[in-house]
């Protein structure tokens, strides 16, 4: 079955970082883009960076553009998100998602776009 797995959240001071890990079983990330999202109570789920089946294209949400990256081991076939100077309003469940993508360059931060996803790990960035 295709599952995936986040891990690595957790609580954070201000100006913290944290990476979080996506680890995809059965099938392999080489064909497929990935999505990271969040939510908070009472708001849709917003995209938060992607990259593509190959890598070699990825895209950020601005409000964490220059402090976040994502990437991918292939040999691991799992995708990270490292999070550097977090701040309070990055507070927020975190869900990666998959979906199978014959563009090696093309990545994705429509939440409908995915057909799997993990069940979320919490990030709270607080004093």
């Known amino acids: 079955q295709l599952q995936l797995v986040e891990s690595g959240g957790g609580l954070v001071q201000p100006g913290g970082s944290l990476r979080l890990s996506c680890a995809a079983s059965g099938f392999t990330l080489e064909h497929y883009a990935i999505g990271w999202f969040r939510q908070t109570p009472g708001n849709e789920r917003e995209g938060v960076s992607c990259i593509s089946s190959s890598g070699g294209s990825t895209d950020y949400w601005h409000s964490v553009q220059g402090r976040f990256t994502i990437s991918k081991d292939n040999a691991k076939n799992t995708v990270y998100l490292q999070m550097n100077r977090l701040e309070p309003e990055d507070t927020a469940v975190y869900y990666c998602?998959?979906?199978?993508?014959?563009?090696?360059?093309?990545?994705?931060?429509?939440?409908?776009?995915?057909?799997?996803w993990g069940q979320g790990t919490q990030v709270t960035v607080s004093s």
């Open positions: 998602a998959a979906t199978e993508s014959f563009s090696g360059y093309a990545c994705y931060f429509t939440p409908g776009v995915y057909d799997y």
